[in-house]
C-alpha cells in the first residue's frame, strides 16, 4: 500500500520536498544518510500545543524535552517559539548554553544527576531542578545552601500509572526506577523535606507516565492523580502547588494502524480532568506544564538513505540494503519500531514489491523496516524514511565506525546545515597511541 498523500508533499517533478526543498537535492547537496528536518512542521506543531491550551484559557508552559533532539538549532527556534526545554544531562544543558538558551526556562531532569550537574545547573540559574530521588535531595540541600535566593524545585512522583505503550517507554508504573512513589508515601516525605528546607522553594510537582502513548486514558488518570495529590498536600502539608507539570509522552503517528490523537485533544483531556478533580475544592487552577519530545520533532524529520546492496532469495522478502541504519535511528532494533518510507524521486509510484529495508551495520537485527512496500528501485535510488525526527540523531551512534550523518533544517523553500557529518578524523578524534614500549 501506498504512504498517504497527506503524510507527505511533492513538487512539480513529483519529488518527495521537505521543508519546501527537493529531497533528491538535498541527497545531493549534503550526501546521504542524512537527517533532514521541516522546520516549518516543528513550529506547525508547537503552534497547535500553543493553541490548545489558549482555547482552555489557562496558564501554561510547554517545555520541549530536549532528549529527543538536543542539537545547538533546536534550542534557536524553540526560544523563538517561546518554548521553555527540559535537559537531562550536564551535555544536553550545555549545548543550550552553546545555542543561548535562556536558562530561566530551563529545567533539569534526571534519575541520577551527579553532583557536577547539580552545580553545572545552578551556576547557570536554571529555572527549575525537577529532583527525583532522595539521595538527589541531599546533595541539592547541601549545594543550594551556597546561593542566596532559594531553588526552586519540582518534585518528581511516581504516579503508578501503567501507560500503553513500549514497556521500554512506560516509566510511570509503581516499578520503576524514575521519581518519588506516591503509593508508599516517599513522595509525601519528599515534599516535607523540601519544604523544611529553606534554601528549596516547591514550586510543583511532575510526572510523566512514558512514552509514544496513542490513548487519552492514561492521561486522564494522571489528571486525577495529580489533583488528588495537590488536594492531599494542601490539606495535609499546607502546601499550595502553583504547579503540575504532566510530562511528555503524546504520540505520533509512525504508520498507518497508529490513530493519531491531535495535541488539542491530549490538552484537553489533561485541563478538563484536572478542574473537574479540583471542582470539588476551592483550589485555583495551577499553571500548567506538559514536556512533549517526540510530537514536536517527530514528524518533522525524515531520514534520506542511498540503497546499494540487494539480495533475492528464494521464497523470502528480498533485503534492499541502505548507507545507514541502526547507527543513525536504533529504534527499529531496540523497540522494534514500525516506519513507512517512500522513494524521493517518486513517492506516489505504484507501489511493485514488499522488500526488508536493511541496514549497513553488522548486526542481524539492523532492519530499518521489516515489510516495505516500494516500487521498482535501482542502486543509487534515495529513501526517505519518515518521522524519524524524535530519537533518531538524539540516539545516533559510531557502532562499526561509522560517522554520524549530518543534521540539515529546511524551511520555506531553503535548507541550511545544522550539524556537520562526522569525518574519519572526527571517529579518531579522542584516541590515544598505545605506548608498547
Ligand atoms: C520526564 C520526561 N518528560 C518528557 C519526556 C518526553 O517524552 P516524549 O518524547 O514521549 O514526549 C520524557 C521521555 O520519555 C521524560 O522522561
Ligand atoms: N527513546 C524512546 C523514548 C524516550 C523515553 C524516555 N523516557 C523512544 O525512542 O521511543
Given at each position: 500500500m501506498?504512504v ?6 511533492t513538487?512539480s517533478q513529483?519529488h ?9 537535492q538535498l ?5 546521504t ?5 521541516d522546520?516549518d ?5 508547537i ?10 484559557h489557562?496558564n501554561?508552559?510547554?517545555s520541549y ?11 534557536q527556534?524553540l526560544a523563538q517559539e517561546?518554548?521553555h526545554?527540559?535537559?537531562?544531562s550536564g551535555?544536553?544543558l550545555y549545548?543550550a548554553m ?10 533539569f531532569h534526571?534519575?541520577?544527576k ?6 553545572m545547573?545552578?551556576?547557570?540559574h536554571?529555572?527549575?531542578i ?8 541531599q546533595l541539592?540541600?547541601k549545594?543550594?545552601s551556597?546561593?542566596p535566593q532559594?531553588?526552586?524545585v519540582?518534585l518528581?512522583i511516581?504516579p503508578?500509572?501503567t501507560?500503553?505503550?513500549?514497556e521500554?517507554?512506560?516509566?510511570g508504573q509503581?516499578d ?10 516517599q513522595?509525601?516525605r519528599?515534599?516535607?523535606a523540601?519544604?523544611q528546607?529553606?534554601s528549596?522553594k516547591?514550586v510543583?510537582?511532575?510526572?510523566h507516565?512514558g512514552?509514544q502513548i496513542?490513548?487519552?486514558q492514561?492521561f ?7 489533583g ?6 494542601e ?6 502547588a502553583d504547579?503540575?507539570?504532566?510530562g511528555?509522552g503524546?504520540?505520533?503517528q509512525?504508520?498507518?494502524?497508529d490513530?493519531?490523537?491531535a495535541p488539542r485533544?491530549?490538552?484537553?483531556t489533561?485541563?478538563?480532568?484536572l478542574?473537574?478533580?479540583?471542582n470539588?475544592s476551592d483550589?485555583?487552577?495551577p499553571t500548567i506544564?506538559?514536556e512533549?519530545?517526540r510530537?514536536?520533532v517527530g514528524?518533522a524529520g525524515?531520514n ?11 521464497g523470502?522478502?528480498?533485503y534492499?540494503?541502505?548507507?545507514g ?10 523497540y522494534?519500531a514500525q516506519y513507512?518510507a517512500?522513494?524521493a524521486r ?7 514489491e514488499k522488500v526488508?529495508l536493511s541496514g549497513?551495520?553488522c ?5 530499518l523496516i ?5 516500487p521498482a528501485?535501482k542502486p543509487?535510488?534515495v529513501?526517505?524514511?519518515?518521522d524519524?525526527g524524535?530519537y533518531?540523531?538524539?540516539?545516533a551512534?559510531?557502532y ?5 550523518p549530518a543534521v540539515?533544517?529546511a524551511e520555506?523553500?531553503?535548507?541550511q ?14 584516541d ?6
Amino acid at each position: 500500500m501506498q504512504v498517504a498523500t497527506t503524510r507527505i508533499k511533492t513538487n512539480s517533478q513529483h519529488h518527495l520536498t521537505i521543508g519546501g526543498v527537493d529531497a533528491l537535492q538535498l541527497a545531493d547537496t549534503y550526501q546521504t544518510p542524512l537527517v533532514v528536518y521541516d522546520v516549518d512542521a516543528i513550529r506547525e506543531q508547537i503552534h497547535q500545543f500553543q493553541q490548545a491550551f489558549a482555547e482552555q484559557h489557562v496558564n501554561y508552559v510547554i517545555s520541549y524535552a530536549s532528549k529527543a533532539l538536543a542539537i545547538t538549532a533546536i534550542y534557536q527556534v524553540l526560544a523563538q517559539e517561546q518554548v521553555h526545554v527540559d535537559v537531562v544531562s550536564g551535555g544536553e544543558l550545555y549545548t543550550a548554553m552553546q545555542a543561548h538558551f535562556p536558562m530561566k526556562w530551563v529545567s533539569f531532569h534526571g534519575n541520577n544527576k551527579s553532583m557536577a550537574e547539580l552545580e553545572m545547573a545552578l551556576q547557570q540559574h536554571v529555572g527549575v531542578i525537577i529532583v527525583d530521588n532522595f539521595y538527589e535531595l541531599q546533595l541539592l540541600q547541601k549545594l543550594a545552601s551556597k546561593y542566596p535566593q532559594p531553588t526552586a524545585v519540582m518534585l518528581r512522583i511516581n504516579p503508578g500509572i501503567t501507560a500503553h505503550t513500549h514497556e521500554y517507554d512506560q516509566t510511570g508504573q509503581e516499578d520503576s526506577k524514575f521519581g518519588f512513589d506516591w503509593s508508599s508515601g516517599q513522595a509525601t516525605r519528599a515534599a516535607e523535606a523540601v519544604l523544611q528546607t529553606q534554601s528549596l522553594k516547591l514550586v510543583g510537582i511532575h510526572a510523566h507516565i512514558g512514552s509514544q502513548i496513542l490513548e487519552t486514558q492514561g492521561f486522564k488518570l494522571l489528571a486525577q492523580k495529580l489533583g488528588a495529590v495537590m488536594k492531599t498536600w494542601e490539606q495535609e502539608l499546607h502546601y499550595r502547588a502553583d504547579i503540575l507539570n504532566f510530562g511528555g509522552g503524546f504520540g505520533i503517528q509512525y504508520t498507518k494502524s497508529d490513530q493519531v490523537i491531535a495535541p488539542r485533544q491530549f490538552v484537553q483531556t489533561l485541563v478538563q480532568t484536572l478542574r473537574d478533580t479540583l471542582n470539588t475544592s476551592d483550589l485555583p487552577m495551577p499553571t500548567i506544564w506538559i514536556e512533549p519530545g517526540r510530537a514536536l520533532v517527530g514528524p518533522a524529520g525524515y531520514n534520506l538513505y542511498t540503497i546499494g546492496a540487494r539480495k533475492d532469495i528464494p521464497g523470502y522478502l528480498p533485503y534492499v540494503s541502505v548507507d545507514g541504519g541502526m547507527g543513525d535511528n536504533l529504534r527499529p532494533a531496540l523497540y522494534q519500531a514500525q516506519y513507512e518510507a517512500v522513494l524521493a524521486r517518486a513517492p506516489q509510484a505504484p507501489i511493485q514489491e514488499k522488500v526488508r529495508l536493511s541496514g549497513r551495520y553488522c548486526e542481524s537485527g539492523d532492519i530499518l523496516i521489516s515489510q516495505l512496500d516500494l516500487p521498482a528501485t535501482k542502486p543509487g535510488d534515495v529513501l526517505a524514511m519518515l518521522d524519524t525526527g524524535a530519537y533518531g540523531y538524539s540516539m545516533a551512534s559510531n557502532y562499526n565506525r561509522v560517522p554520524r550523518p549530518a543534521v540539515v533544517f529546511a524551511e520555506q523553500g531553503r535548507a541550511q546545515e545544522v550539524v556537520r557529518r562526522e569525518s574519519f578524523a572526527d571517529l579518531t578524534h579522542l584516541d590515544q597511541s598505545y605506548n608498547l614500549n
